[in-house]
């Protein structure tokens, strides 16, 4: 679990969880001056996606066998 107070990951499998500020990700995404612990959530939830995604894909290959 990673937990920064604003973004954590539960089971990346089957419970993926990520809430988050829409306004500091906003800021983040718009603004030049980037916040080190920003730019670190946001790469924290980009990853996530991505390993779900090939979870399920992992997951659904299992499932045919």
Known sequence: MI??????????????STPFDMEILN????????????????DILEASSKVREISMMYGAKNRRL
Request: no cysteine.
């Open 3 to 16: 937990n920064n107070g604003t973004i954590y990951i539960n089971n990346l499998t089957s419970n993926l």
């Open 27 to 42: 800021k983040y995404l718009n603004n030049n001056e980037e916040d080190e612990s920003i730019k670190k959530g946001y």
